[in-house]
């Protein structure tokens, strides 16, 4: 385990770049493809794709705020990596363009067809309409971007010229971001993810999504830092606290989104209202209840046990692995929230789905006034498309290729930072036990 | 009060230094001749001189862990037992085992149940409150607290002996032996 096979940081940057990039090349192509084969398939597995990069750059932005407010030397020892994931909202901002092209593929309410059949819908279209939700797309980005490019820019002027009141600064002006912050990723999550199944609501979802958003950025931001780590003339300056103080807040991260996730659950289970309990049978019936099962024994068990021993968190190598537990189960995780809700609005009204009367024991325990909403149960099983797989390695080999280019323009070390020459002076071993 | 019955048995002999390097060369090369049983009292915490002690991680872990997962367990069984064994009773239409409703319970005695093992565990081990301990006996070990550091080599160390120890930590550059009674 110690000897490393992967070179160290700044060469294996550049052996994966090119990786990144043809991955984008293939991606594309076979994206192109799927386009003009099936157009539904296409942008659907587009949406998966495009939040599973997206929701990690939003969670940077959410941690880079977090530090400038608590401080704490963890958020200066994987600020450049964070910096170069929020970066990447611009990028992400180009690849929105499919996604508004494709909107009536996607999403039921901004489907004219579907809507004339639905009453509810026609009373949700004052927000849930195509020029509004534009509109409130290009907001969120306008604001993400801002804010990105304003602590990017900050940082590049400390570089130069270290000042303690630009540093004050930047922090005064991260509260009030903060905030703004956290309304653009609400809304975000109700637009592009919550109103996938139109009907249904939930008021943690916003929370829920911006917590699994923060995982997996802290999780990458880890696993980059352990290679950067493995290059000796950078390891030896990340101590073994630091190492502790990360891994603890990723298994912080872990918890809270086990928190989060089983609150939502508990309260619509205990309601057991049909307009709300429809999302989770379609997520626990047909196969999903495995991904359900995966999700709650390695998204949350297995990483909240591993990282409740200090050995694992202290042994960068471990902690890389326990890192790439929670990046693979973050994709199943946007999997299990994303897909059941395809295909349930495909036939609104007409012919029933085949196998419909194949449904689960959970379905029985259901009030009979459930009715029309009862229709909406009947989604395909568990399944994937070739299109997941060719979108997965497009977008994620374009924001890939992006973010090694984001860590390898700048120095990883924040050298001119008052608080890290403290810290490299004598704070290594003896700050926070 | 003159002529006791039982003459005073020895706790231990105690070497004064005046700083942290000194008394860390002492527990070097007193443990190089084979000592173990000792411990050192500075007038600051030192990861120096509990790194030179050699100290074990102390097993409140397991304990706190342990203590957390009875938590846990008395937790959702009790639970069970009300809703499911001994006052069964139908809530709108859930089934018994109604389980997802007792997680919240089940953590909140997790977390009690960890705490107060954290508490007693940590008490047990380190054996406070201790209002009595021999080395108050020894009248400058009242200057552990102020600027002097203190090594004490315990009888019960199979090598212990008094003339040979006392040599020993002399040769370390003690400034001072002292005995310490019971």
């Given at each position: 385990?110690?000897?490393?096979?992967?070179?160290?940081?700044?060469e294996?940057?550049?052996?994966?770049?090119p990786?990144?990039?043809?991955?984008?090349a293939i991606?594309?192509?076979?994206?192109?493809?799927?386009?003009?084969?099936?157009?539904?398939?296409?942008?659907?597995?587009?949406?998966?794709?495009y939040?599973?990069?997206?929701?990690?750059?939003?969670?940077?932005?959410?941690i880079?705020l977090?530090?400038?407010?608590?401080?704490?030397?963890?958020?200066?020892?994987?600020?450049?990596?964070?910096?170069?994931?929020?970066?990447?909202?611009?990028?992400?901002?180009?690849?929105?363009?499919?996604i508004?092209?494709?909107?009536?593929?996607?999403?039921p309410?901004?489907?004219?067809?579907?809507?004339?059949?639905?009453?509810?819908?026609?009373?949700?279209?004052?927000?849930l309409?195509?020029?509004?939700?534009?509109?409130?797309?290009?907001?969120?980005?306008?604001?993400?971007?801002?804010i990105?490019?304003?602590?990017?820019?900050?940082?590049?002027?400390?570089?130069?010229?270290?000042?303690?009141?630009?540093?004050?600064?930047?922090?005064?002006?991260?509260?009030?971001?903060?905030?703004?912050?956290?309304?653009?990723?609400?809304?975000?999550?109700?637009?592009?993810?919550?109103?996938?199944?139109?009907?249904?609501?939930?008021?943690?979802?916003?929370?829920?999504?911006?917590?699994?958003?923060?995982?997996?950025?802290?999780?990458?931001?880890?696993?980059?830092?352990?290679?950067?780590?493995?290059?000796?003339?950078?390891?030896?300056?990340?101590?073994?606290?630091?190492?502790?103080?990360?891994?603890?807040?990723?298994?912080?991260f872990?918890?809270?989104?086990?928190?989060?996730?089983?609150?939502?659950?508990?309260?619509?289970?205990?309601?057991?209202?049909?307009?709300?309990?429809?999302?989770?049978?379609?997520?626990?019936e047909?196969?999903?209840?495995?991904?359900?099962?995966?999700?709650?024994?390695?998204?949350?068990?297995?990483?909240?046990?591993?990282?409740?021993?200090?050995?694992?968190?202290?042994?960068?190598?471990?902690?890389?692995?326990?890192?790439?537990?929670?990046?693979?189960?973050?994709?199943?995780?946007?999997?299990?929230?994303?897909?059941?809700?395809?295909?349930?609005?495909?036939?609104?009204?007409?012919?029933?789905?085949?196998?419909?009367?194949?449904?689960?024991?959970?379905?029985?325990?259901e009030?009979q006034?459930?009715?029309e909403?009862?229709?909406?149960?009947?989604?395909?099983?568990?399944?994937?498309?070739?299109?997941?797989?060719?979108?997965?390695?497009?977008?994620?080999?374009?924001?890939?290729?992006?973010?090694?280019?984001?860590?390898?323009?700048?120095?990883?070390?924040?050298?001119?930072?008052?608080?890290?020459?403290?810290?490299?002076a004598?704070?290594?071993?003896?700050?926070?036990? | 009060?003159?002529?006791?019955?039982?003459?005073?048995?020895?706790?231990?002999?105690?070497?004064?230094?005046?700083?942290?390097?000194?008394?860390?060369?002492?527990?070097?090369?007193?443990?190089?001749?084979?000592?173990?049983?000792?411990?050192?009292?500075?007038?600051?915490?030192?990861?120096?001189?509990?790194?030179?002690?050699?100290?074990?991680?102390?097993?409140?872990?397991?304990?706190?862990?342990?203590?957390?997962?009875?938590?846990?367990?008395?937790?959702?069984?009790?639970?069970?037992?009300?809703?499911?064994?001994?006052?069964?009773?139908n809530?709108?239409?859930?089934?018994?085992?109604?389980?997802?409703?007792?997680?919240?319970?089940?953590?909140?005695?997790?977390?009690?149940?960890?705490?107060?093992?954290?508490?007693?565990?940590?008490?047990?081990?380190?054996?406070?409150?201790?209002?009595?301990?021999?080395?108050?006996n020894?009248?400058?070990?009242?200057?552990?607290?102020?600027?002097?550091?203190?090594?004490?080599?315990?009888?019960?160390?199979?090598?212990?002996?008094?003339?040979?120890?006392?040599?020993?930590?002399?040769?370390?550059?003690a400034?001072?032996?002292?005995?310490?009674?019971?």
């Amino acid at each position: 385990m110690s000897a490393t096979t992967l070179p160290t940081a700044p060469e294996l940057w550049d052996r994966i770049q090119p990786y990144a990039l043809g991955a984008a090349a293939i991606g594309a192509a076979l994206g192109l493809l799927g386009w003009w084969l099936s157009p539904d398939h296409f942008f659907q597995s587009y949406l998966w794709a495009y939040l599973i990069f997206l929701n990690i750059s939003v969670g940077s932005l959410t941690i880079l705020l977090l530090n400038n407010l608590t401080g704490g030397l963890w958020g200066l020892a994987i600020r450049r990596i964070l910096e170069a994931m929020a970066q990447n909202l611009l990028v992400m901002a180009i690849l929105f363009i499919p996604i508004a092209l494709g909107m009536h593929h996607i999403f039921p309410w901004a489907n004219a067809e579907h809507v004339a059949h639905d009453p509810l819908l026609q009373k949700k279209a004052s927000y849930l309409n195509v020029s509004f939700f534009l509109i409130r797309a290009a907001i969120y980005f306008v604001v993400w971007n801002a804010i990105a490019w304003h602590l990017r820019s900050v940082n590049i002027r400390q570089e130069r010229d270290y000042s303690r009141v630009r540093d004050r600064r930047l922090r005064t002006i991260s509260g009030p971001a903060l905030v703004l912050h956290g309304g653009m990723l609400s809304f975000a999550a109700i637009d592009w993810m919550m109103s996938l199944e139109p009907h249904w609501f939930s008021s943690i979802f916003p929370v829920l999504v911006g917590v699994s958003q923060m995982l997996p950025a802290m999780a990458l931001a880890i696993w980059t830092l352990t290679r950067q780590a493995a290059n000796p003339s950078f390891g030896p300056m990340i101590s073994k606290t630091l190492w502790n103080d990360l891994g603890n807040l990723m298994l912080a991260f872990v918890m809270l989104w086990a928190y989060m996730s089983f609150s939502q659950f508990l309260l619509i289970w205990s309601g057991n209202l049909p307009e709300e309990t429809i999302y989770y049978l379609r997520r626990i019936e047909g196969g999903w209840q495995v991904l359900a099962w995966v999700l709650f024994l390695f998204y949350f068990a297995l990483p909240f046990v591993l990282l409740l021993s200090r050995d694992m968190k202290r042994n960068p190598n471990r902690i890389a692995a326990i890192a790439c537990i929670i990046l693979t189960l973050h994709v199943i995780h946007h999997f299990w929230l994303i897909q059941p809700s395809f295909g349930a609005h495909e036939t609104p009204n007409a012919s029933p789905a085949p196998a419909g009367d194949t449904k689960g024991h959970e379905t029985k325990k259901e009030p009979q006034t459930a009715g029309e909403t009862m229709e909406d149960v009947h989604t395909p099983g568990l399944r994937a498309h070739w299109l997941d797989g060719a979108l997965f390695l497009g977008i994620g080999g374009i924001w890939s290729w992006s973010f090694l280019r984001g860590i390898r323009s700048r120095r990883m070390l924040l050298e001119w930072d008052p608080a890290w020459q403290e810290y490299l002076a004598h704070g290594r071993d003896s700050h926070g036990h | 009060m003159n002529a006791p019955t039982t003459v005073p048995t020895l706790y231990g002999l105690v070497a004064e230094f005046d700083g942290e390097k000194p008394l860390i060369h002492a527990i070097e090369t007193m443990r190089e001749a084979g000592y173990r049983s000792m411990d050192a009292y500075t007038p600051y915490p030192s990861h120096a001189v509990s790194d030179a002690l050699d100290f074990k991680t102390s097993r409140l872990p397991l304990i706190v862990l342990i203590g957390g997962i009875v938590g846990g367990l008395t937790g959702f069984g009790m639970q069970y037992y009300f809703m499911a064994i001994d006052y069964p009773h139908n809530v709108g239409g859930r089934p018994l085992n109604s389980w997802p409703m007792w997680i919240p319970v089940t953590f909140e005695l997790t977390i009690l149940f960890a705490a107060f093992s954290a508490v007693l565990g940590m008490l047990a081990l380190n054996g406070l409150p201790m209002p009595y301990h021999p080395l108050f006996n020894v009248e400058r070990f009242a200057l552990a607290s102020r600027d002097r550091f203190f090594l004490c080599i315990e009888s019960t160390d199979p090598k212990f002996d008094l003339v040979e120890t006392r040599r020993h930590l002399l040769a370390a550059h003690a400034k001072e032996v002292s005995d310490v009674e019971n």
